[in-house]
Structures are given as structure tokens and as C-alpha cells.
């Protein structure tokens, strides 16, 4: 197998590129891995590859301000572009970005191209639960505008994503909701809901954002505009809380050294709330496997995302999620 990563794609690009790279190369030697972008900026971080790594020369670089489309159209050359073209011609089995998320989308959609028969590809993005599972949450920002055959497209590739890469025999989807009752919510939700009850999956119903945390579901579908804000919403409470946490833990000798106790729980929990810990999230619906990390993702993050695209390489989730979105099952 042969994994892609934009290397100049990222808040800290290349550096954390080159490092995840490395520590993913370590890990699964029997892979191969692309490191697509400057090869002199990329050597100012590492000359001393090990043998399954790569680099494919390109000066070109999507920049997080860069109008999506066009700079996908006009920037050719472009590390993210170059290794959207390398999956579309089967050069290699999947690419990772951390780069702009419109841009990658863009070059999905535009380079790698969609599954037949779906309108639009989600991003898919593990949210933290309190049992440590997390719940898949797709659309949370690839397209802030939706309609019910949408949501019931994210729906299957959702819970067959779960299925297949994390094992789980019979993924829980839930609808978001501003209650769980059937006969609430938007003209959007009430016209989805029949949809998901006639879908081939496990549909519970209709789940309320304050619950999903908890676990009561393992995939959440929603339109990319309240994923997106719920998302934002959930990064800055926890933020705040841990900010606050902090604050009160280092106020005097009697709370630091209650913070000492602390410790290796507050460590646990701050794990377990880690988007570097959950890797890449997916870009379901192109026809080729594509993984967005965090912009501000670490070593940690790149690496975890190789092993996602392992993963999803082997269960041959592209070609399970087309079966079933061109059969309608």
C-alpha cells in the first residue's frame, strides 16, 4: 500500500508532516509513503529517510485564505493537488491533508472525484464521548447546505464507514435534533427522518447535541452548517473548562498539590478529548480515499491518520460504500 501526504499542508507544515511520516513509517514498515510538496523545505526537517519513504517535488501551496475552487483550478501544481491527481490515477491508495479544508474538498470533488450516485461528499469527524469511543459526526463543514437525500447518503457511508474500519457490527445512527421526538424540528429533519427509518441501517432516531457526548449513538448525521457550529461550539467550551481548570489548579500551594494528585486522570481525560489521538477524518463520497487532519494537528495526528487509511484500504470502504449508494440497499 501506498499513502500520500501533503506535506506543505498544515499550521506547522512541513515539520509535523515529516515527523507523523516518519513515525508512521516506523510503525507499518511494510507501507510506502509519499511526501508530496518543496523537497528542500521538507530536507530542512529530515535527509535521513528510511527506505519506504518518498519525496514528490512540488513548489506549488495551497494557503489557508485561498478561495477554494480557484486555487484547485489555477494552482496546479500544488502539494494538495499533485496528491489528489496521484489517487485519481491509482499512483497511490489514499492522500492526507492538513491543509485548507475547502481546497481539499475542492480537489475531491474536482480531482479524485465523487462516487456515483452521490451528490455530495461529507467530511467526517469523530466528536469525544464520556465512553471513550467517540461517535462519527458527518456533514461538520464540507457543505452548509443540505437536503434530506444528502443526509440519507451520509447516513449509509457513515455507519458503513464505522462498520468496516472500526469494527463495529451494528452502528447506531441518530438524526440531530432539537428533541428526540419524531415530529420535531426543521422542514429539513421531518423530511429526513422517513428516509433514515427506510435506510439499511440502524437508525435510532432523532438525538439532541447535549446527548451525543455521552455515547448514545456511533454516528450523528446533521447538515454541515450546525455540525459546524456545533463543533466550534463543543472546542470552545472545552477550552474554557480546561483554561479554568487550569487557572484554579496553580492558584496556591494547597491546589497544586491537589493538582499533583490530579494528574494522571486530568492526563486521561485530556486524551481522550484529543483530535490528534482520532488521526484524519474521512472524506466520504469521493472515489478514492481521502483523510483532512486538524490544521493544527501534531506528529501524533499524521501518524494516526496513516494507520485510518490503512484501514480503510484493507476493508475496501470505497468500494462497499459504491456498491451501496449505486444499489440503494
Known amino acids: 500500500m501506498k499513502v500520500a501526504i501533503d506535506a506543505m499542508g498544515g499550521d506547522h507544515a512541513p515539520h509535523i508532516n515529516v515527523e507523523g511520516a516518519l513515525q508512521a513509517a516506523k510503525q507499518w514498515n511494510d507501507i510506502d509513503i509519499v511526501l508530496v510538496g518543496n523537497k528542500n523545505e521538507i530536507e530542512k526537517v529530515e535527509t535521513n529517510f528510511p527506505s519506504n519513504i518518498h519525496i514528490h517535488h512540488t513548489e506549488e501551496v495551497i494557503l489557508p485564505d485561498d478561495e477554494p475552487v480557484r486555487a484547485v483550478r489555477r494552482k496546479k501544481n500544488a502539494s494538495m493537488v499533485v496528491a489528489g491527481k496521484m489517487v485519481k490515477e491509482k499512483e497511490v491508495d489514499a492522500m492526507i491533508s492538513c491543509g485548507n479544508t475547502g481546497a481539499l474538498m475542492s480537489t475531491g470533488v474536482l480531482i479524485i472525484g465523487r462516487i456515483k450516485g452521490v451528490e455530495r461528499p461529507a467530511l467526517a469527524s469523530m466528536i469525544p464521548t464520556a465512553d471513550g469511543k467517540g461517535v462519527m459526526a458527518l456533514d461538520l463543514g464540507a457543505n452548509m447546505d443540505a437536503a434530506p437525500e444528502h443526509l440519507y447518503q451520509y447516513a449509509v457511508m457513515g455507519s458503513m464507514y464505522r462498520h468496516l474500519v472500526d469494527d463495529l457490527s451494528k452502528p447506531r445512527v441518530g438524526l440531530l435534533n432539537v428533541g428526540s421526538e419524531q415530529k420535531k424540528g426543521n422542514d429539513l429533519i421531518k423530511k429526513t427522518y422517513p428516509l433514515l427509518q427506510e435506510a439499511p441501517i440502524h437508525f435510532i432516531g432523532n438525538v439532541e447535541s447535549r446527548d451525543v457526548v455521552q455515547g448514545n449513538c456511533d454516528v450523528m448525521v446533521c447538515d454541515g452548517f450546525v455540525g459546524n457550529v456545533m463543533l466550534k461550539a463543543m472546542e470552545g467550551t472545552g477550552e474554557l473548562l480546561f483554561s479554568r481548570l ?70 475496501k470502504v470505497v468500494d462497499v460504500i459504491t456498491s451501496k449508494i449505486t444499489r440503494g440497499e
Request: aromatic share 2%; glycine share 12%.
Open 246 to 315: 487550569k487557572e484554579e489548579l496553580t492558584k496556591n500551594m494547597f491546589s497544586k498539590m491537589g493538582a499533583l494528585m490530579l494528574k494522571r486522570g486530568l492526563m486521561n481525560i485530556k486524551s481522550q478529548m484529543d483530535h490528534n489521538e482520532y488521526g484524519g477524518a474521512p472524506l466520504l463520497g469521493l472515489d478514492g480515499i481521502c483523510l483532512k487532519c486538524h490544521g493544527s494537528s501534531n506528529a501524533t495526528a499524521i501518524k494516526n491518520a496513516v494507520g485510518n487509511a490503512i484501514k480503510a484500504h484493507q476493508t
